[in-house]
């Protein structure tokens, strides 16, 4: 397949990445599907009721905005962002989605000396951004699944790698795709034992769906930790996905340092009017987190009784192991045009990860599954 007259290499960490997987969207489904099922996509985490209906008034407001670039330091979202999360202006940096943020964190500090150390079950991007930037990968075993916080980050681990020539440390918490969390304490420990040449991104991408969100995020650790970075995300549960936007809070030096790099307009003009309007509107916030609040424990309980092992979840996902092969779950799933995730990784192929949607939504999963082992059983004969 590879064309012969094709002469430019690539640098040697973009052999080492894979191009990311994305999960299935309703376009993949065969039309018959889509035409006899409604589409449920619960494969991306996304945020069931999408973004704030206030969205629906800066129609105007965007469509001004178009022709003239952004504001490269998006001062207003970032002054909105500082005075909500009490942290200093000049630490705040956008990017057009966490993952972009991540890039420039390690076109930042790492390189070939220097590795990015994260755990065996995390969030696949990190992966990337390590290779794209030239440097080695050091990975940390996550826990076993027979564990009593099964595939968690195994902390001492994670600060073990980091002993050795790292530059960044990329810890999700809570973690995806198992959605658990480590309490604050476990991180401060973590933060006391890291080298402090070693940047600490804790990734807070689902923080708001934690019971006690005040008690597991970073971010009062940051006055302590000159080396730590907190990153946010606005495509969960301020159901902005499409638009591309997060963001990190750090040590200002860092953020000067990463601004060096950043690309000025990476933050479309679209993508920030809409964070303000996100970020402001506390009533969607709410309900998106009483929601996932109220049906986590109540998908849970119901898939648990049908004979699946549900993992503990501080998340608006469920990773859990079917009864039946989680392929075939998957494909089954999906001819009844419900998008689930299969999982990839070490000992987690069994297992499947399963967005919470809208109540009609999970009513919709569970009715398939009801079917489940029927269809598993016509397959074989
Ligand atoms: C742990 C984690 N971090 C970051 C992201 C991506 O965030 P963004 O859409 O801001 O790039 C995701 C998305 O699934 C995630 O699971």
Redesign the pocket.
Known sequence: MADPRFAPSPQPGVLQSRAYEPGLSADDLPAEVRREHRVVKLA??ENPFGPSPRVREIGDRIYESLGLYPDPLGRRLREAIARRLGVPLEGIVL????????SWLAQTFLGRERAGVISTI??P?YRIVIHAAEAPLSLAPSRPEDDPRPFAHDPEALAERTAQGAGILFL?N????VGCVLPRSTIARLLETVPPDVLVVV?E??IDYVEDPDAATALPLLARHPNLVV??????IYGL?GA???FGVMHPEAASLVNRIRLPFAVSAPALALGEVAWSDGEHYRRSREHVLGERPRLAAELTRRGWRVLPSATNFLTVRPPLPAARVCADLFRSGIIVRPLRGPGIDAYLRITIGTREENDLLLEACERLPLAAEEARS
């Open positions: 991306s985490n990017a057009g989605g966490s993952d972009l943020l991540f995390t969030f991007t999700d809570p973690n995806n795709p990734d991408a689902y990153t946010r995300t606005f495509s969960k996905a591309r936007l997060g």
